[in-house]
């Protein structure tokens, strides 16, 4: 089993992602084999909250250009963690708002 560090990598903020803040929806980029319940666990056990769901997504590369050369860079998974309502909030999306 992988540590929760080495599932949850890093949060996406974005401003569509930002206003999911208020209902305690986050948003985070995640390894690519991570499950729903592997999600689940790593957020409780970084953050101290409850989990109420996980929604996942791969998200497809995007193609990028240098001069005359092209590629497309890596594809990744978000996740879309909502809290529970009784759940304190992550402390760390406070201080961007």
Wanted: net charge positive.
């Amino acid at each position: 089993m992988k540590l929760a560090q080495e599932i949850i990598l890093a949060p996406v903020i974005t401003e569509e992602s930002m206003m999911g803040i208020a209902d305690k929806k986050y948003a985070f980029k995640v390894a690519k084999d991570a499950t729903k319940i592997d999600i689940k666990k790593a957020v409780e056990q970084l953050f101290g909250v409850k989990v109420a769901k996980v929604n996942t997504m791969n998200v497809k590369g995007h193609l990028r250009r240098y001069g005359r050369f092209e590629g497309y860079t890596s594809d990744w998974k978000k996740a879309f963690v909502t809290l529970t309502e009784d759940s304190k909030t992550i402390e760390f999306f406070d201080g961007i708002m």
